[in-house]
Nanobody, 118 residues
Framework: QMQLVESGGGLVQAGGSLRLSCAAS????????IGWFRQAPGKQRELVAQ??????????DSVKGRFTISTISRSNAKNIVYLQMNSLKPEDTAVYYC?????????WGQGTQVTVSS
């Protein structure tokens, strides 16, 4: 089993920054990759960024150069994944979800709202 706790969303002006966190606990040894998705009102959920257990990353074209995904592993079987978001734009407004891919199952976080005002 895996538990995901997200934090870091909020309201920011265009051009500002936010850092999202996703703390994964439980069977973290089974993690293959962790991603951040987002879903804006009336739109489909889309992949924003992903990092594998080997450290490889990939980003949506719309966020390349502005967002950075990183991860750290704690000794107490907890992985924390960060999404550093810089130069935010109003079109980045969405609910952001953490997604864990593991050899056991795949898991979604509860989501955190990011609102960028113009």
């Amino acid at each position: 089993q895996m538990q995901l706790v997200e934090s870091g969303g909020g309201l920011v002006q265009a051009g500002g920054s936010l850092r999202l966190s996703c703390a994964a606990s439980g069977s973290t040894w089974s993690i293959n990759a962790i991603g951040w998705f987002r879903q804006a009102p009336g739109k489909q959920r889309e992949l924003v960024a992903q990092i594998t257990s080997g450290g490889s990353t990939n980003y949506a074209d719309s966020v390349k150069g502005r967002f950075t995904i990183s991860t750290i592993s704690r000794s107490n079987a907890k992985n924390i994944v960060y999404l550093q978001m810089n130069s935010l734009k109003p079109e980045d407004t969405a609910v952001y979800y953490c997604r864990v891919y593991s050899s056991i199952s795949n898991y979604w976080g509860q989501g955190t709202q990011v609102t960028v005002s113009s």
